[in-house]
């Protein structure tokens, strides 16, 4: 927390961009020395592996079923497809693409991060594989109080050697910075962008740079003392379980706003108001009263906005505001 505070503070959008490329070679090294290192190490034969597998469902990528309380194919297809539009307002992926040169530049950068994202999940989905392989022949070494986030270090700690075990602890920092510091920098750019420099009669470069540093620092501050409480939650089954929950509280009614902005003509600030608390509303309900999926979560929300915003902004009437340029439909004829 610190040293990741420390570097986007002094270093911003440039010094975050570098060290992701960094983070993400160490990442991918480390995940694939432990994969081979995993594989090797298995007692069991391939058929035997694959029985095992395949007897506890470990196999199975499809379940058509209309289970809303279990990750079946439909609720991870909406999930995705809600998570794909998310990606219009997200403003850590958006400052990413608007760094680059041109239109062409920004498609590169696409491009690249799917051909970095894609083998890089394949992978972790197989270390995840082999990792419950080998403690399927090792049950006795796992404590049965050691939580699903922890399997992975303990490992590492366990069984690699000298060395190894030191690079995975690295490639977990190097995750985490990763993420910490480009939501950071990201969020330190829409304070002075949004508010500081709209609103601040006299902001200048110099002094909104001074003012981003400021909230760089007060986000890292926040960040660290937030990680240290929830590292102290004894109750807390898994982190991705409340990463999930809460992204689809934040993204959903934001993901609502930018497709009612971009593919409607009709909404405005009534709807987009309405939408807003309709999604938190709806998100609540399903997470605490129908017990839904985490990946749920953010689909209700995203289609709540959607649906009740579009819907009440027929109760105000239309803006009068030039739209050119602002909607697909402009956007596709320029």
């Given at each position: ?27 991918l ?22 029985e ?56 590169k ?11 890089m ?5 197989a270390l995840?594989?082999?990792l419950f ?18 399997v992975?270090?303990f490992?590492?700690?366990q ?24 939501a950071?920098?990201?969020?330190a ?19 909104c ?12 501050i926040?960040?660290?003392v ?13 982190i ?7 992204f689809g ?14 593919f ?17 509303a709806?998100?609540?309900?399903a ?21 009740v ?20 439909y ?5």
């Amino acid at each position: 927390g610190v040293v990741t505070t420390l570097f986007v503070t002094m270093g911003g959008l440039e010094a975050v961009i570098w060290t992701d490329v960094l983070q993400a070679v160490i990442m991918l090294l480390a995940v694939l020395v432990c994969s081979a290192y995993a594989f090797f190490s298995l007692d069991i034969s391939a058929p035997v592996a694959m029985e095992i597998l395949s007897n506890l469902d470990k196999l199975q990528m499809f379940d058509f079923s209309l289970n809303w309380k279990e990750p079946v194919f439909i609720v991870l297809v909406l999930n995705t497809f809600a998570t794909v539009l998310g990606m219009i307002g997200d403003q850590n992926f958006i400052q990413r693409v608007q760094c680059t040169h041109d239109e062409k530049e920004s498609r590169k950068a696409v491009y690249t991060q799917l051909a970095v994202a894609v083998p890089m999940n394949l992978v972790l989905f197989a270390l995840g594989t082999l990792l419950f392989l080998f403690y399927t022949t090792r049950a006795d070494t796992l404590s049965p109080a050691l939580k699903a986030d922890g399997v992975f270090p303990f490992f590492a700690a366990q069984n690699l050697p000298p060395g190894l075990a030191g690079f995975v602890v690295v490639a977990l920092l190097a995750a985490t910075i990763s993420t910490v510091s480009s939501a950071m920098n990201s969020v330190a750019n829409l304070g002075v962008d949004d508010v500081y420099r709209r609103f601040s009669k006299k902001a200048t470069d110099h002094s909104c740079l001074v003012f981003g540093r400021i909230l760089t620092l007060a986000l890292g501050i926040f960040g660290t003392v937030a990680a240290l409480l929830l590292a102290n939650i004894s109750n807390l089954k898994s982190i991705w379980d409340l990463f999930i929950m809460i992204f689809g509280m934040v993204l959903a009614p934001i993901t609502g706003i930018f497709v009612l902005g971009i593919f409607t003509r009709r909404a405005n600030n009534v709807g987009i108001w309405m939408g807003t608390v309709a999604s938190i509303a709806a998100n609540y309900y399903a997470k605490f009263y129908r017990n839904l999926h985490a990946t749920v979560d953010l689909v209700v929300g995203v289609f709540s906005c959607i649906i009740v915003g579009y819907l009440a902004s027929f109760l105000a009437p239309k803006s009068s505001k030039d739209l050119e340029g602002l909607t697909v439909y402009t956007l596709l004829k320029k």
